[in-house]
């Protein structure tokens, strides 16, 4: 059946129930509400005969609303719908609060019934009575307000005292009374009130109360996000349903015998798992999955496994294993236990047998393109009812490499007609003549994703499997499989996966980035990759602020704008990073009335916020160079800073016209050299060009009594005629322009051709000179920078982290 017929049918069904054709047709747009529905409308028997408009909206709310952790007790509650013992949202209500107390345990109908007012009748008079009263107490009130009154706040306290009246009654004798005792409606009743003008505080007052105002508290969960995940010992609960077109609905939960011998083998820990596929480099987005699932094992004492996904041989090397391994230990997370999805081949060899014992699985001989063509058209495969013993004995020809690849796969017999198209008969076991990274060559039968991850979360007595949102409708089949084989179900819980604008997370687009050489390698500092961004200069501790303050939402389709990590990156470099100075674009500047064998020493600071009297703060200058012979420390290094009659200054940062908005050097025009001294603009010299500045000469102000508004970084010639250290600086960009590039049909057609420059002869002072990989450094004026792995004893390489500027901060989003 095609998808216009699926949902003209649907809506039919809508129909039925009471619903409205805009109802009806809002309802299919939502697949969780129509799933929802159908099954309601299914369980409460209503399906060909429909039911009353009365009906219908309580089938509708049961289906929005009842408590997921009491499904098992919902067809009780249809059946008091549809035989009228329940009729009114005010008794719907209570029998959803009083079963979503109750969950799975055992139902008392009479104390559900008493719960819910079931029997129990209220009168006429018993209503009029009651308003009476209520309207007399409120009588002088009324008189004031006439037809302006709440009577909101009237039905109200009627229903106070009579929960399970109709509502429409009692509406209807409030507003009779109302009539009876103020009568028609006057012009006056039809007016709107006047609202009245708030008075506006004087402006300093403002000023006052804003800052008195308290901050408004973090939430609990802004405080621990992990408070929304339940207790091991909860996963007895019904929590999740399975639709079949042809049976029963399965409702999930563990027996009480399945889920004791679960708390005995793990104490009552939580036990979680973080299930990297090794067949790439780790990137940002699996940074959110490490938090997840590590931080809720460390939040509740529990224990978090690192377990290799290496179902799939022909994309797996080594070195990808090593690099998780690796990263993860970086990220400053430490597994309970190192495991691979191919430790457990043994056992999933034995329970896919079982399987096909209970007739649950089946050898199929289509190929790739018609196992494709026959689900999309939900179509049995001719072999799915083949005998029990005939799959039996094909597959172990398979294990036993007597049929060629692609000749035969072991799919699971699950459900062909239903809505989920992962229950599409999914395949379990591939053929594949490829010896395998971690388990050699003892396998040519390999397992899916679908067919072990599921066990092996079951084998590892994994309470709370975690994954992103584009899992959710797989979380069917892997429930489904679980029941088929009787073994332990985890509770699983998607979550929202980590979007960021201007970048692609694919693995496959980030593996034809790297292999078809578009960048340097999965390294490479403008890859959203954790091992490019730490070669950019970014920490694990900054990364983890970020996932954490995003949060763990099941919110989709939502992009992180890159300014948002940028600021969480700023704010840690800013405590880490020491202050240096560096010129990328250099510009001679001769001081004529300084001496060219004067050496002067300067303090400088390292930290922003650093103290006067903490020498620890600042990068000193020093008399000359010898001074590291008598000392012998070349940790004086860091402390050299020297001002001599040679500095240089960014090209960019002189002019040879001056204008008012301008705080850079120009002629005739002071400025001041951070940490040093004022200097005028005296001369410019030409190269032999004649339009190329050779060099400014400039005279310093050593009194310092010149007040220049513009401010400049610079660095000296260490000594007479010796250049200043000279390094490598890499400054990136954005790799796309696009905010969205995976969404483009040819993604690398959004390649950003400005996305790396490389400056090869920038200058830096002399207490970088032993700088080594990965430190970081804030070059002023400049950004944050870090120390390349490309770098040499001959010459350090930098990368650039992030600039200064922060537009996130700004924008009223920190």
């Not at 109200?156 to 009654?169: C, L, M, S, V």
């Amino acid at each position: 059946m095609g998808k216009d017929e699926n949902r003209e049918e649907t809506v039919d069904l809508f129909l039925r129930i009471g619903l409205d054709e805009k109802t009806a047709n809002n309802t299919v747009a939502n697949n969780k509400v129509t799933t929802n529905l159908k099954a309601v409308i299914h369980e409460a028997g209503v399906t060909d005969d429909g039911c009353s408009k009365a009906v219908g909206n309580l089938l509708y709310t049961v289906a929005t609303k009842f408590p997921a952790n009491a499904l098992v007790h919902r067809p009780t509650l249809l059946e008091y719908i549809v035989s009228l013992k329940i009729k009114s949202p005010a008794q719907l209500e209570a029998a959803h609060t009083f079963l979503g107390r109750l969950g799975s345990e055992n139902l008392q109908l009479n104390e559900f019934e008493e719960a819910c007012g079931v029997g129990v009748e209220v009168s006429l008079e018993e209503i009029e009575h009651t308003a009476s009263m209520v309207l007399e107490e409120k009588r002088d009130m009324i008189l004031e307000m006439r037809y302006r009154t709440n009577v909101g706040e009237l039905l109200g306290q009627i229903r106070a005292t009579h929960p399970w009246a109709d509502a429409k009654i009692v509406k209807e004798v409030i507003d009779k009374r109302l009539y009876g005792l103020l009568g028609e409606r006057t012009a006056a009743d039809n007016e709107k009130p006047v609202k009245k003008k708030k008075e506006k505080l004087p402006k300093e007052d403002v000023k006052v109360m804003a800052v008195q105002t308290p901050s408004v508290p973090p939430t609990e969960e802004e405080l621990n996000p992990f408070t929304i995940f339940p207790g091991p010992e909860e996963n007895i609960k019904v929590h999740t349903e399975i639709f079949f077109s042809d049976r029963p609905v399965l409702r999930v939960s563990n027996t009480k015998e399945i889920l004791k011998k679960h708390l005995e083998e793990t104490g009552g820990r939580v036990f979680t798992r973080f299930p990297p596929e090794p067949n790439g480099y780790l990137h940002i987005g699996h940074a959110k999955a490490m938090f997840v699932s590590f931080g809720l094992a460390k939040e509740r004492g529990g224990c978090c496994y690192l377990r290799y996904d290496d179902t799939n041989p022909d994309a797996e090397k080594k070195e990808y294993i090593d690099h998780i391994q690796e990263i993860v230990r970086w990220m400053g997370w430490e597994p309970f236990k190192i495991t691979h999805t191919s430790d457990y081949f043994e056992e999933l060899y034995k329970l896919a047998v079982e399987l096909i014992k209970k007739g649950h699985a089946y050898v199929d001989h289509q190929s790739a393109e018609e196992i494709k063509v026959s689900r999309e058209h939900k179509r049995n495969s001719p072999w799915r009812d083949r005998p029990i013993e005939e799959s039996l004995e094909l597959f172990n020809d398979m294990k036993m490499g007597l049929i060629e690849e692609n000749k035969a796969t072991l799919r699971m017999k699950q459900d062909m007609q239903s809505d989920n198209f992962n229950m599409y008969d999914l395949i379990a076991y591939r053929i594949k003549f490829t010896p395998h990274p971690h388990a050699g060559d003892k396998w040519c039968i390999y397992p899916s994703y679908d067919y072990a991850h599921c066990i092996v979360d079951s084998l590892e007595n994994i309470t709370h499997s975690l994954c992103t949102l584009e899992f959710e409708t797989r979380r069917a089949s892997y429930y489904w499989l679980l029941d088929a084989l009787s073994l332990y179900q985890p509770y699983v819980w998607e979550y929202s996966r980590l979007n960021i604008t201007n970048t692609v997370m694919s693995k496959r687009k980030l593996n034809k980035l790297v292999t078809d050489k578009w960048v340097d390698g999965w390294d490479d500092p403008r890859l959203m990759t954790l091992a490019g961004l730490r070669r950019r200069g970014v920490s694990a501790t900054a990364i983890n602020t970020f996932i954490r303050g995003i949060g763990i939402t099941r919110s989709d389709n939502s992009t992180i704008r890159l300014d948002r990590l940028e600021y969480h990156i700023r704010e840690d470099l800013n405590k880490t990073a020491a202050r240096q100075m560096v010129v990328l674009h250099p510009l001679k500047v001769v001081i004529t009335n300084l001496d060219d064998k004067t050496i002067l020493d300067l303090d400088a600071k390292k930290w922003p916020d650093a103290q006067t009297d903490d020498a620890s703060a600042f990068y000193k200058a020093s008399e000359h160079v010898d001074m590291l012979k008598i000392h012998g420390d070349v940790t004086l290094w860091f402390n050299l800073v020297p001002f001599t009659n040679v500095v240089y200054i960014e090209r960019s940062d002189f002019r040879t016209k001056d204008s008012k908005d301008y705080y850079g050097l120009a002629p005739g025009k002071s400025i001041l050299l951070r940490y040093a001294f004022p200097i005028k603009c005296t001369e410019v010299v030409y190269s032999d060009d004649g339009e190329t500045i050779g060099e400014i000469r400039a005279e310093y102000d050593s009194s310092k009594n010149t007040k220049p508004k513009g401010v400049l970084h610079w660095v000296a010639q260490p000594s007479p005629g010796v250049d200043p250290l000279r390094v490598e600086v890499r400054l990136f960009d954005k790799l796309f322009l696009s905010e969205n590039p995976a969404e483009l049909e040819e993604f690398l057609t959004d390649l950003n051709p400005e996305s790396k420059e490389v400056i090869p002869e920038a200058f830096a002072v002399p207490s970088l000179r032993d700088a080594a990989v990965g430190d970081k450094f804030q070059f002023e004026r400049l950004g944050y920078f870090a120390v390349d792995p490309d770098s040499t004893p001959e010459k350090l390489v930098f990368n650039r982290t992030v600039t200064l500027r922060d537009s996130y901060s700004k924008g009223g989003n920190k």
